[in-house]
């Protein structure tokens, strides 16, 4: 069973910026991916930015240049720092991974709300 720890979620003003944290144990197969989704109320789940083991990135159209990704391996660690926040950046922030093997995994998730 994979056990997520999430931080850093909250309000912040237009223009403002935060920074998520999640560290995931428990993976039987390591981590190949890491990174994170988000799900606005009323709409589906889509990945905002992803991370490998070997440093690749990969971002939502919508967040490239605003939102900048990092992973730590030997703490099973990534973050996501967020820039220039917008009100559209409003959802739950869901941390994710990927093994290895096998399917991957969500946290429970972290709302960021984005305020005028």
């Known amino acids: 069973q994979v056990h997520f720890v999430e931080s850093g979620g909250g309000s912040v003003q237009v223009g403002g910026s935060l920074t998520l944290s999640c560290t995931a144990s428990g993976s039987r197969f390591g981590i190949h991916t890491m990174g994170w989704y988000r799900q606005a109320p009323g709409k589906q789940r889509h990945m905002v930015a992803t991370?490998?083991?070997?440093?690749?990135?990969n971002y939502a159209d919508s967040v490239e240049g605003r939102f900048f990704i990092s992973r730590d391996n030997a703490k099973n660690e990534v973050s996501l720092e967020m820039n220039s926040l917008k009100p559209e950046d409003t959802a739950v922030y869901y941390c994710?991974?990927?093994?290895?093997?096998?399917?991957?995994?969500w946290g429970q998730g972290t709302q960021v709300t984005v305020s005028s």
């Open positions: 994710y991974i990927e093994p290895f093997q096998g399917s991957p995994y």
């Open positions: 991370i490998s083991h070997y440093a690749r990135t």
